[in-house]
């Protein structure tokens, strides 16, 4: 089963000085700077999701894109068609203090397109093609979707799914809906290759490769990371591809060249010696590790590598970023732009904006280019994040959204107070007298029910502001 980095348990356990947000600017995750470190410009391959565009941020560096060679699944495109939460792949250099870079290419694949076939809304993951995809705090959705969990998600429908493979699935960093005529897909490592069947096993998804005209590449074989697309369903599992292609999962750099991977723990054989997104990386004495120790390094863990390539293409780590989860989520109208700050409100909470911010227009103008400046008072936004204090938290991801009807505020996070009828979340005054209460699952508590369970449990709330307190409509536990 997947180890989940949102656990609630590890959440309590961080110390504060680790989940504070700090820094200012429209930049990307990781809140520090990578690469370069020297005078001058250094090779480096970032893969990291995306979390804003005006060049490509992703890695904590803004890499401009105006020579570079860019592809989305293998065609070349324009940087309009990426999405914020893709995974991109970056070569290129970075400058010294790695603000800023020049990207040669930048790449996204998506890991798998498909319909849904089956939803556990008490674990927060759904399946597709034989994969469980867990949809987190940090996972964007596109357009068509009404919230990011998995209640949102319709079985049958057909999404578009990119995001970091674990050994059940993939963790999703965004999900979309499929343009006209997009093909089915699915990533990941050949298992049970059987010449005679003409068969093998992506995960859980079993590829039939009868129809591939040619067949198979000659040089794949178990192990090998493939990409079997095209072609038809003959069972929820079963896909009959009409290509299949071998591809990179990471992309190593040269020997001395720097190196971000961000993912999954894909395999683990110690905390000194194990791979992300595929990508082997060795530990030392003197690699860093924040969020956690080393020894939370764990299979299916979501992180992020910083290091050095050797020429045997291991990625010596310098520092390990362990992803903590972001229990904090706040759904209404900016109040207040604080542009030299970086930070904006809503509903009295003050929300910081750093490099981890990834940035995301899903109101009907849909910019491209989005960050705090695009912002306006009244604006509907989405924040997900972590709490810093009293009325106030740090945004890991901004979204800016139609205002809903009924026009509810939404706030989620591990109440502070549980004082039967009332609960303090944030800093903020919650009334549940009127509320209707539900489980992870989505099926009905009683008041006294709701209150006997929710002790240390992150709850999600949604009403309508009278005076200070929010008057709450809908009160509901969050998966674990």
């Known amino acids: 089963m997947i180890e989940r980095s949102w656990n609630r348990r590890r959440l309590l356990a961080l110390p504060l000085a680790v989940l504070l947000l700090t820094g200012a600017g429209q930049c990307s995750i990781g809140g520090r700077d990578f690469g370069g470190g020297g005078s001058s410009d ?6 990291a999701p995306i979390a804003t565009f005006g060049s490509i941020f992703a890695g904590a560096t803004e890499h401009a894109t105006t020579s570079a060679t860019i ?49 556990d809304v008490g674990s927060g993951s759904f399946t597709v093609l034989g994969q469980t995809v867990y949809v987190t705090p940090d996972t964007s959705v596109g357009p068509g979707f009404a919230v990011p969990d998995v209640a949102g998600f319709t079985v049958g429908t057909t999404l578009v799914i990119d995001g970091y493979r674990t050994s059940t699935g993939f963790i999703a960093s965004r999900i979309d809906l499929p343009i006209a005529g997009q093909a089915l897909r699915v990533a990941g490592r050949v298992t049970n290759l059987d010449g005679f069947a003409q068969s093998f096993s992506l995960g859980g998804t079993t590829v039939d490769f009868s129809g591939v005209a040619g067949g198979l590449p000659a040089q794949l074989t178990n192990g090998s990371y493939a990409i079997a697309s095209g072609g038809s369903l003959s069972s929820a599992t079963r896909l009959r591809a009409s290509a299949v292609s071998l591809a990179t999962e990471s992309a190593v750099g040269a020997s001395s060249d720097n190196g971000l991977v961000h993912g999954a723990v894909t395999r683990f054989a110690s905390s000194g010696d194990f791979d992300v997104a595929g990508q082997p990386v060795a530990t030392t004495g003197l690699t860093t590790v924040t969020n956690g120790a080393l020894t939370d390094v764990a299979l299916d863990r979501e992180l992020e590598v910083t290091g050095q390539y050797t020429g045997a293409g291991v990625l010596t780590a310098t520092r390990i970023d362990l992803v903590p989860p972001v229990p904090f989520r706040l759904v209404g109208p900016v109040h207040a732009i604080n542009a030299s700050g970086a930070t904006l409100e809503i509903a009295g909470v003050t929300l910081s904006t750093d490099r981890r911010t990834r940035w995301d227009d899903q109101a009907a103008s849909g910019l491209k280019v989005f960050g705090l400046a695009q912002l306006a008072i009244g604006d509907w936004v989405e924040v997900r994040g972590l709490a810093s204090g009293k009325l106030a938290a740090g945004a890991r991801l901004v979204e800016r959204r139609i205002q809903p009807t009924p026009a509810f505020v939404e706030l989620q996070d591990v109440p502070s107070v549980l004082a039967d009828p009332s609960l303090t979340i944030a800093g903020i005054a919650v009334d549940t007298q009127t509320a209707s209460f539900t489980d992870a699952a989505g099926q009905s508590l009683s008041h006294s029910a709701f209150y006997a369970e929710a002790t240390g449990r992150v709850v999600r709330v949604a009403g309508a502001f009278i005076g200070a307190t929010l008057t709450a409509a809908t009160v509901s536990l969050r998966p674990l």
Do not use: F, M
């Open 71 to 119: 592809t989305l699944d293998g065609a070349t495109v324009g940087e309009s068609q990426l999405r914020p939460g893709e995974t991109v792949t970056i070569a290129g250099t970075v400058a010294a203090g790695g603000a800023t870079g020049t990207a040669t290419t930048a790449s996204v694949s998506h890991k798998l397109v498909g319909p849904l076939s089956a939803s």
């Open 42 to 47: 250094s090779n480096q391959t970032t893969i």
